[in-house]
């Protein structure tokens, strides 16, 4: 019920922005929608990786074989780094500054944000799951 409630409250609230500004809540879904394919990038690059790389993958009940997998991994890079790019691009052709999609800008700052608090203090305290387990045992 929690997740439900706290759900719609949400999208309750980010209806609201759509009142305020239209532009507002299309850069909003936009840094929304390139966090999601920044996720997948990461995700299947690993895979991609670890197939290129004859590392071992962890056991599944359904596996490709090492060309088919490395073929689907390589495709689904490319389309996903392609939709990512143009994720960036404004609505409309020649958009005025305030038309324009300031998503880059804000994508970039989290980024610039996230890294730099992991060099300088997050690299420190992060145990991992594996350390967990290690001292539970």
């Not at 532009?23 to 909003?28: E, H, K, V, Y």
């Not at 962890?58 to 790019?85: D, E, H």
């Amino acid at each position: 019920m929690n997740a439900i409630v706290v759900s719609f409250v949400v999208s309750c609230l980010l209806a609201l922005i759509n009142i305020g500004s239209a532009i507002a809540l299309n850069n909003i879904t936009s840094v929304s929608l390139v966090a999601i394919l920044s996720s997948y990038i990461v995700s299947i690059g690993c895979m991609f990786w670890k197939r290129l790389t004859n590392q071992q993958l962890l056991p599944a009940k359904f596996t490709f074989s090492k060309p088919v997998g490395l073929f689907l991994n390589g495709f689904s890079l490319c389309f996903l780094i392609f939709s990512f790019i143009f994720a960036f691009f404004p609505g409309n052709p020649n958009p005025t500054p305030a038309q324009m999609n300031w998503s880059i800008l804000m994508y970039g700052a989290v980024v610039i944000f996230a890294l730099l608090h992991y060099f300088f203090q997050a690299r420190r305290m992060y145990d991992g799951p594996v350390e967990y387990v290690r001292k539970l045992v």
